[in-house]
């Protein structure tokens, strides 16, 4: 029946988006009744968590021999996040450029979309572009905690202090219920998505990759969304644009590693110079935003705009190629 992949694909994104909420609520807790440290939750359960649909996604799409799938992810998630994510944000409410990711993670992004730049540059995803990608997430990962320890010894407040306090304290009963039960409906939700996106690719007649980079890449995006927007109105603007580039820096070092460490990837010119150029071009917009117009480092609601028309426009050049 034509209609169950697209309403597997419904289905999929909502428990995947569940899941995921599940999955870091009852992780967070966990290592925070275990005596874990806040700035160790931060790094790493928040950071992953956040970022666990589009790398279960990945990992689904690869293992079931689907890795242009995954690369579409990876790469239109990024482009989703900063044209859609950041441009409605913006619409809604100015949003400036926290000092920090001013400092280290927005110059971390662009070095980190610089390598994947030059290690797809021979239209391959090789394992050892792989290692590469995960290499530099290691060392990001390093200087985290160390500008962190650094930040707390200064009586500096901690930059992931308030996702921490958002998230909901489980007694450990609890937390590993919903940690164990997240993680389960995060695997299983997405192999459905994977399976539901190619057959609804095959359905219309376009490939793998363009799938990821629209409606895979869209509804993987959507926590980002609903965060970055439930930052800005509920006053913390400032940490909006902390989110998104945090999950951009993930999807390019971890994401894409992914497909690359199950089999190598072939790739077309197409997904070189539109694809990935449009990745570039976004975060280059984003950086232009920040360090090269006005006095103040903030998008605003006009800035906001383009973002978002940037995102619309490439989005409509894919239907038409496809």
Same mark, same amino acid.
């Given at each position: 029946?034509?209609?169950?992949?697209?309403?597997?694909?419904?289905?999929?994104?909502?428990?995947?988006?569940?899941?995921?909420?599940?999955?870091?609520?009852?992780?967070?807790?966990?290592?925070?009744?275990?005596?874990?440290?806040?700035?160790?939750?931060?790094?790493?359960?928040?950071?992953?968590?956040?970022?666990?649909?589009?790398?279960?996604?990945?990992? $689904? *799409?690869?293992?079931?021999?689907?890795? /242009?799938?995954?690369?579409?992810?990876? &790469? #239109?998630?990024? =482009?989703?996040? +900063? %044209?859609?994510?950041?441009?409605?944000?913006?619409?809604?409410?100015?949003?400036?450029?926290?000092?920090?990711?001013?400092?280290?993670?927005?110059?971390?992004?662009?070095?980190?979309?610089?390598?994947?730049?030059?290690?797809?540059?021979?239209?391959?995803?090789?394992?050892?572009?792989?290692?590469?990608?995960?290499?530099?997430?290691?060392?990001?990962?390093?200087?985290?905690?160390?500008?962190?320890?650094?930040?707390?010894?200064?009586?500096?407040?901690?930059?992931?202090?308030?996702?921490?306090?958002?998230?909901?304290?489980?007694?450990?009963?609890?937390?590993?219920?919903?940690?164990?039960?997240?993680?389960?409906?995060?695997?299983?939700?997405?192999?459905?998505?994977?399976? $539901? *996106?190619?057959?609804?690719?095959?359905? /219309?007649?376009?490939?793998?990759?363009? &799938? #990821?980079?629209? =409606?895979?890449? +869209? %509804?993987?995006?959507?926590?980002?969304?609903?965060?970055?927007?439930?930052?800005?109105?509920?006053?913390?603007?400032?940490?909006?644009?902390?989110?998104?580039?945090?999950?951009?820096?993930?999807?390019?070092?971890?994401?894409?590693?992914?497909?690359?460490?199950?089999?190598?990837?072939?790739?077309?010119?197409?997904?070189?110079?539109?694809?990935?150029?449009?990745?570039?071009?976004?975060?280059?917009?984003?950086?232009?935003?920040?360090?090269?117009?006005?006095?103040?480092?903030?998008?605003?609601?006009?800035?906001?705009?383009?973002?978002?028309?940037?995102?619309?426009?490439?989005?409509?050049?894919?239907?038409?190629?496809?």
């Amino acid at each position: 029946m034509t209609w169950l992949p697209y309403l597997a694909l419904l289905l999929g994104f909502v428990t995947l988006i569940w899941s995921a909420d599940r999955f870091l609520s009852g992780a967070a807790s966990t290592a925070s009744n275990l005596g874990v440290s806040k700035m160790l939750i931060g790094l790493t359960v928040v950071s992953v968590g956040t970022s666990a649909p589009e790398i279960l996604v990945s990992l $689904a *799409a690869a293992l079931e021999g689907q890795p /242009l799938l995954a690369v579409g992810n990876a &790469i #239109g998630s990024n =482009i989703a996040n +900063i %044209g859609l994510v950041l441009g409605i944000t913006a619409l809604v409410a100015p949003l400036p450029f926290n000092p920090n990711v001013l400092r280290t993670e927005l110059p971390w992004l662009l070095g980190a979309t610089t390598l994947t730049i030059v290690l797809l540059f021979d239209l391959e995803l090789t394992r050892l572009d792989g290692v590469f990608l995960l290499t530099g997430l290691a060392m990001i990962m390093y200087r985290l905690v160390v500008n962190q320890r650094a930040a707390k010894e200064a009586g500096e407040p901690e930059p992931l202090a308030d996702e921490l306090d958002e998230l909901p304290q489980l007694n450990q009963r609890q937390a590993i219920f919903w940690l164990v039960v997240g993680l389960l409906a995060l695997i299983l939700s997405a192999q459905v998505l994977v399976w $539901a *996106a190619t057959q609804v690719a095959r359905d /219309l007649g376009v490939s793998d990759m363009v &799938i #990821g980079l629209t =409606i895979v890449a +869209i %509804g993987t995006s959507l926590p980002e969304l609903a965060a970055t927007v439930g930052s800005a109105l509920k006053g913390h603007p400032d940490i909006a644009i902390g989110n998104v580039v945090g999950s951009n820096i993930l999807n390019i070092l971890a994401v894409l590693a992914v497909p690359a460490l199950v089999a190598p990837v072939g790739l077309s010119h197409l997904a070189l110079w539109r694809d990935a150029g449009m990745m570039v071009a976004l975060t280059m917009l984003l950086a232009l935003f920040a360090y090269g117009i006005g006095s103040r480092a903030v998008i605003t609601r006009f800035e906001g705009a383009v973002l978002l028309l940037a995102w619309t426009g490439y989005n409509v050049l894919l239907i038409f190629q496809a």
